[in-house]
């Protein structure tokens, strides 16, 4: 069923095949036993290809790691999780987009936590159908909503599988905001806002704007761009942005305190210098 993704579908594989490298390390940031069965074998065929751009051989690295920066990034929206379902007020997390993500299946949840995974039908269905060669089993009230976030009704979808806008919820949007344009963010973060109620939580990651325009990010940039899928949003004040909608948020980069889990391996500039790339994990309440 892979043949049945779009571009940016399979970016959810190399998001898999990167899970499964790191579940190998001896030093490894988190376990996902499921990763390898979700990244199929296409997965570490895209993983080979971010690998070849970013580690050139005989050259010195001049791009981001992204084994590196994908380990940190699932295991700070892992703890955010984890910590946002141990507030007893927690009673829904929605996953927006799922990709191969496995969290549902790898962590014990409260019972009184309903745990929503939204995604397109192609998506769903493929990981489906590799869950299935596994035993993975979901430890939590486990919804899953096969719907496109830039549908006009997917709010309704997400509704009619119990979702209730009217009790906060914990929101995490991983591995979206630059793979769509400027407008369809502004759209994304005004319909969630729309539907999380006051004290709601979120969580996304984002680049700035260098990121996307930088001479010595093109090598990967374009193995992205190569496989339809390009770069197209990035923001500097990510602040300034979540807080159009109505939320209060910190923008961590990797390896700043609390994002580093001692493997970021760059310097990581300060934000007043301009012309660097950047990746911020944002995450914050609702006002």
Known sequence: MTTSLDAVERTALLTAALRAAETRRPDSLYQDPY?????????????????????????????????????????????????????????????????????AYRFDWPARIRFFEVDRPAVLAYKDERLATTDARPRADHRKVAVDLTSPDWEADLQQAGYDPTVPATWLLEGLLYYIPEADTHRILERVAAISAPGSRIAADIVNTAALTLPHMRGLLDVFAGWGCPWLFGTDEPEALFSTYGYSVRALQPGEDGADFGRWPDPVPPRNITGVRRVFFVHGRRR
């Open 35 to 103: 990763a390898a069965a979700l990244a199929g074998d296409i997965g570490p065929e895209l993983l080979a290809e971010v690998r070849a751009a970013t580690f050139p051989p005989g050259q010195t690295r001049t791009l981001p790691s992204t084994p590196d920066y994908n380990a940190i990034r699932t295991r700070f929206f892992d703890d955010y999780l984890q910590q946002a379902a141990a507030d007893p007020t927690t009673t829904q997390i929605v996953l927006a987009p799922a990709g191969m993500d496995s969290r």
